[in-house]
């Protein structure tokens, strides 16, 4: 500014006609004449640096396309770029939407977007890899909480692990077997029957007690043919897209919870539509997992199927307490597999292997009178 006035003065002087002056001050004299014409027009102001942003941006998004972009985030307020430019193109396949970096700083310029925490990610233990829909189904309760009116909600949700397919996220009366077992007859009758059911181990799906921790659920589960299987101890890392389901769930449903616990199922009802049929899940190339789930060939049994073993094994029937009897000695085994028929075969000379239908329990010695875990 000293500089500009320094030059206005010296013109004003009269002294250097216009070339010497801008000579002088190395500068063209298109740049004399500008500065001359703008403290004509503003006085010592219009000397000061002006905005060297361009008038016109050719690469800006337009007016209706931000419209669109904003509604759609407004309505499903925890989706991300990917997701809406998905929806969005699947939606009007003729319009041209903008990259991924531009709805993103679209987002954060309304306010609409904040980053996230970063999560330390552990190495999970290796579970059985889903290839197809139905391979492997995984269930878990999501955390219990209270509706505005006091009620305790304990959702028990029911996903496709290849899919993503949110199977059923039900709101039960009480978090025990006979309940979890209602929702999954409704659920087997209309899919059909997975491979492998995937749960932590907590109850109703496990029990502390007895061989492998099984509970009259998963007794269930492998006379329809189902293989349970369980996560490691307090290792919820190991059945991460479930656990990535419940955090999702929770932030579009729950927080806050609804006034009921019958208007809580509704809004999970209106999740799982929305997440099933119009959500874009990136992990399936942005298409919703109704476009990739298909029912499981295997439907549910209209009776209970007995495991059946070789004429090698020696066949018992656990009793009332969970026993059965060998050599005149009672060996507990499970009170979940009270009635049902277990199978034992000598594999070494004084070494019997227990097994029940596809499961080994254990083995019993001759030496002793209990059941020796199998590693």
């Known amino acids: 500014m000293d500089e500009r006035l320094a030059f206005i003065a010296d013109h004003r002087r009269g002294e250097l006609g216009m070339s010497a002056l801008c000579r002088a001050y190395a500068i063209s004299r298109k740049t004399g004449y500008k500065l001359l014409t703008r403290y004509r027009g503003e006085g010592p102001t219009g000397l ?7 008038h016109h941006h050719p690469q800006a998004i337009p007016a209706d396309v931000q419209t669109s972009v904003v509604t759609l985030r407004t309505a499903h307020p925890h989706w991300g770029p990917r997701k809406l430019r998905a929806r969005l193109q699947r939606q ?3 319009q041209s939407w903008p990259a991924l970096s531009s709805i993103g700083a679209l987002l954060r310029q309304r306010g609409l977007t904040r980053p996230a925490p970063r999560a330390a990610r552990g190495a999970p233990r290796a579970v059985t890899a889903s290839t197809g829909p139905n391979d492997v189904w995984t269930i878990d309760f999501k955390g219990w909480f209270r509706t505005g009116d006091g009620q305790r909600c304990d959702p028990l949700t029911v996903v496709d692990d290849a899919s993503r397919y949110l199977l059923g996220c039900t709101v039960v009366a009480q978090a025990t077997g006979p309940y979890v077992q209602r929702c999954l007859e409704r659920l087997f009758r209309h899919y059909g029957l997975p491979a492998i059911l995937r749960s932590d181990n907590g109850p109703p799906f496990a029990t502390s007690q007895g061989a492998l921790g099984l509970s009259r659920l998963a007794v269930w589960w492998i006379k329809l043919g189902i293989q349970p299987e369980r996560i490691a101890p307090g290792h919820p890392e190991q059945n991460p897209r479930h656990e990535r389901l419940h955090r999702t769930l929770k ?9 009921t616990r019958c208007a809580q199922q509704q809004a999970f009802d209106t999740f799982q539509y929305v997440y099933n ?3 874009p899940h990136e992990a399936l190339g942005q298409r919703p997992p109704a476009l990739v789930y ?3 060939p295997r439907g549910y049994p209209t009776r209970l199927s007995t495991p059946e073993y070789a004429a090698a094994f020696v066949v018992r029937r656990v009793r009332h307490a969970g026993e ?17 028929p277990v199978g034992l075969q000598e594999v070494a000379d004084g070494c019997w292997r227990v097994c029940y239908g596809p499961l080994v329990l254990g083995c019993l010695h001759a030496d002793t009178h209990a059941l020796h875990p199998v590693a």
């Open 48 to 54: 000061a640096d002006r905005s060297r942003a361009p």
């Open 92 to 94: 009007h396949p003729a």
């Open 251 to 259: 932030a579009e449903t729950a927080c806050p919870p609804a006034a």
């Open 277 to 279: 049929h119009e959500r």
């Open 294 to 296: 298909t029912p499981s």
């Open 324 to 340: 059965i009897k060998w050599r005149g000695e009672p060996i507990f085994l499970s009170r979940a597999l009270t009635g049902e």
